[in-house]
């Protein structure tokens, strides 16, 4: 299994909900990635997770909050988001931090806040 | 730092034409480059890396590029254009290894006119 499911596909949310996008692989892979992906824009880095632990946050608002379960699992809750949040969430993983291995990526979760 | 510069927004070729898609990186250090693949509403397919052994490095769907290190440079190539090759591409780079976060180009859109 080479795949990243992430779910939702889509999210509407206001502006004083809390959700959360969810992120799986089975390739056991030990690091993951949250990157933002603004229209006509490229992907830009949010969170990398390795072995289950934060070890680098983009300084992020604190709106967005990750969270790593397990090395197969990767969340990220939202609250409070604003209009300018509203785009391409994707989710990442590779074989672990360092060396030459690739990220692969999930389709994505296309955020709207209103 | 490191950083990645694309040159051209937008690309149109011909079918059966020559694509030249051009990437220009800087890094302190030898870096790993990477190029990905976005279809609309998709998430990022990787077509190809180089990671040091090899300065021609050859990529899925007929897609290769040429690590120059003179010329800090790493252009994605294909003999002759398909329609179904029309999509966004990005070039990446990253100084620690592809499992690290990385870090795109601004992408560039690729038109294959019938």
């Known amino acids: 299994d080479t795949e990243v499911t992430q779910t939702p596909k889509h999210l509407v949310m206001g502006m004083t909900n809390k959700k959360s996008l969810k992120c799986e692989q089975h390739m056991g892979h030990r690091a993951m990635y949250w990157y933002k992906q603004k229209a006509k824009k490229p992907p830009e880095l949010m969170f990398v997770y390795s072995y289950e632990k934060l070890s680098i946050n983009e300084s992020v608002p604190s709106r967005f909050s990750p969270e790593c379960p397990n090395s197969s699992l990767l969340n990220l809750h939202l609250h409070a988001l604003q209009p300018e949040d509203s785009a391409l969430y994707l989710c990442a993983s590779s074989q672990e931090r360092g060396g030459a291995g690739e990220q692969f990526f999930g389709p994505g979760t296309r955020l709207t806040v209103l | 730092a490191q950083s990645v510069t694309q040159l051209g927004s937008h690309v149109s070729v011909s079918e059966g034409a020559l694509v030249l898609l051009r990437c220009n990186y800087s890094?302190?250090?030898?870096?790993?480059l990477f190029w990905y693949v976005q279809y609309p509403n998709q998430g990022l397919q990787l077509l190809l890396k180089y990671t040091s052994a090899a300065t021609l490095v050859k990529g899925i769907n007929g897609f290769e590029a040429e690590f120059k290190k003179s010329e800090t440079s790493f252009h994605l190539t294909k003999p002759s254009a398909h329609m179904s090759d029309a999509a966004e591409y990005f070039c990446a780079v990253s100084e620690g290894g592809g499992a690290d976060g990385l870090t795109f180009g601004k992408g560039t859109h690729l038109i294959i006119q019938p």
């Open positions: 890094s302190s250090v030898p870096p790993y």
